[in-house]
């Protein structure tokens, strides 16, 4: 099994507003993220708007981020569905695009048992002969993975992984303590990276690592290294970015945050909507406290997408 840690950013998707996807804004994304030092990349996940994009502008985003990568990182794509066919449809088309991994997002209209939860992950992992991440994230999913579903979905020989958005770090422990070796968690940023490196994650997925790589970067090196002081330090000094993304939309934070260094990401999806004017500024603020000596390309803030 391919061996995932480290940083994975969870990618923004550049969308016109004509629903072109913006390829070569997503590549050039992908290339500085990796010059960056990042481990991975995770394509249509929670802040790639997964949930607000049609079948093709889903390829093209992964087609996009495989081609960008060129074999440097792993490429974990998102897959979710209401459908469990539509799920397996989408990890196969992946995987033959060349996806080294899987993230297997449930959606939910009606609610589900535990046995159809847990089908459905099962389904995605019998599909495709690379290996799954789990994502899990009680604030969003109308029916989440209990600790005995995901216990017995680490059984599966291709299900290695779980992402867990719940902001209960005590359910980490619980899962590790549970799963052992055969389910490695990563954090999100609803938790304390350095927190969960502590207790034995693996890193983390997360949508500010768009916004601050190198930082992120250097974070889970001194969290491997051990070096627990100065890793707070700077675990203290990054919450800001995280305290940030927690008060606005996931997308509309990351794309603003982008757009201020420089990316023309364009404006989330509809009928999501760009951050305010005031809201941007706090983004800025955050921005600019964690990299004084290189200020904005911009000079200040504005909404995302706009001339």
Sequence with gaps: ??????????????????????????????????GAGVHGLTPLGSTGEFAYLNAAQRMAIVQTTIEAAKGRVPVVAGVASTSTADAVTQA??????????????????????????E???????????????????PQFQRSDLTLDVIARLAEHPRIGYIKDAST??????????????ALRVF????HIPAAVMLIGGLGWMAGPACIIPRQ??????????????????????LWRINEAFARFNLAACIKAGLAIQGYDVGDPV?????????????VEAAL??????????HGQCRRVGKA
């Design 187 to 190: 954090s999100a940023s609803a």
């Design 270 to 282: 509809p009928p999501q909507a760009a951050l305010s004017a005031d809201a941007c500024k706090v």
């Design 168 to 181: 209960n770090t005590g359910r980490l422990l619980s899962i590790m303590n549970r799963c052992g070796d």
């Design 1 to 34: 099994m391919t061996d995932f840690r480290g940083v994975f950013p969870y990618l923004v998707s550049p969308v016109d507003a004509d629903g072109t996807v913006r390829t070569n804004v997503l590549a050039k994304l992908c290339d500085d993220l990796i």
């Design 119 to 137: 089908s459905y992950f099962r389904s995605i992992a019998d599909a495709v002969d690379i290996p799954v991440v789990i994502y899990t994230n």
């Design 216 to 237: 992120s970067v250097a974070l889970y090196d001194l969290c491997k290294a051990g070096r627990w002081d100065e890793a707070m330090v700077l675990q203290r000094r």
């Design 92 to 117: 196969k088309a992946y995987q033959k695009l060349g996806a080294n991994g899987i993230l297997a997002i449930l959606e939910a209209y009606f609610p589900l048992t535990e046995a159809q939860v």
């Design 288 to 297: 600019r406290e964690l990299a004084s000596e290189q200020p904005s390309r």
